[in-house]
């Protein structure tokens, strides 16, 4: 799907293109991330979704309030409503921070990191798990997950006007803009 929408952006900018410059901004818009945020009380982590069925199919949850089980001193869980796609594997060990699914539409968070012989399909990872212990706590708790950002495919700092010069070229889009060259992060290159 998301390979499908990549060829969808750039087609569209093939058909838009003007100019003839090569040398512009390389997006690669296969990389695409999405970020949630998980909050616990006052406090708010940020999460990389998994680019996979499950991470995508976990996002259109969103945004869900979930009352989080305490299991084994380790991981809070959630059984949703409904199924989720799966691709379990034995990760062996799991680390502070993994957001996963057991089965098919148990949620897992875990807080620690241990040796596991379970199977679990990754939904995500929180990007810095530092005071998620304290802030799940040692009972059963409330979690908010909401959807954050995708990777941002306009470069920063341009008006909303459409770019100078758009071009494919191997695969990726490039990008001028009023004689400047912009990665993907809009910082300015040459």
């Not at 969103?62 to 001193?73: D, K, Q, R, V, W």
């Not at 062996?92 to 996963?100: A, C, N, P, R």
């Not at 459409?162 to 695969?171: A, L, M, Q």
């Amino acid at each position: 799907m998301m390979r499908r929408i990549s060829v969808i952006f750039c087609a569209l900018c093939a058909i838009i293109t003007t100019g003839s410059a090569k040398t512009l901004v390389a997006y690669d818009t296969d990389n695409t991330a999405m970020s949630i945020n998980v909050i616990v009380g006052n406090k708010t982590f940020t999460a990389t979704l998994a680019d996979s069925e499950t991470g995508r199919a976990f996002a259109q949850l969103l945004p869900m309030t979930a009352t989080m089980n305490e299991l084994n001193g380790n991981e809070k869980y959630h059984y949703l409503d409904s199924s989720l796609p799966t691709d379990s594997y034995q990760p062996g060990t799991i680390q502070s921070g993994d957001l996963m699914l057991y089965g098919n539409n148990c949620v897992v968070l875990f807080y620690e990191t241990f040796n596991s012989s379970y199977s679990y399909t990754r939904i995500g990872k929180i990007d810095d798990p530092s005071g998620l212990a304290a802030a799940l706590g040692t009972g059963n708790v409330s979690v908010r997950f909401e959807k954050g950002s995708t990777t941002n495919l306009t470069p920063k700092g341009l008006s909303d006007q459409v770019p100078s010069t758009k071009v494919i070229e191997n695969g990726q889009v490039y990008i001028q803009y009023k004689g400047q060259v912009y990665d993907v992060r809009g910082q300015q290159i040459q």
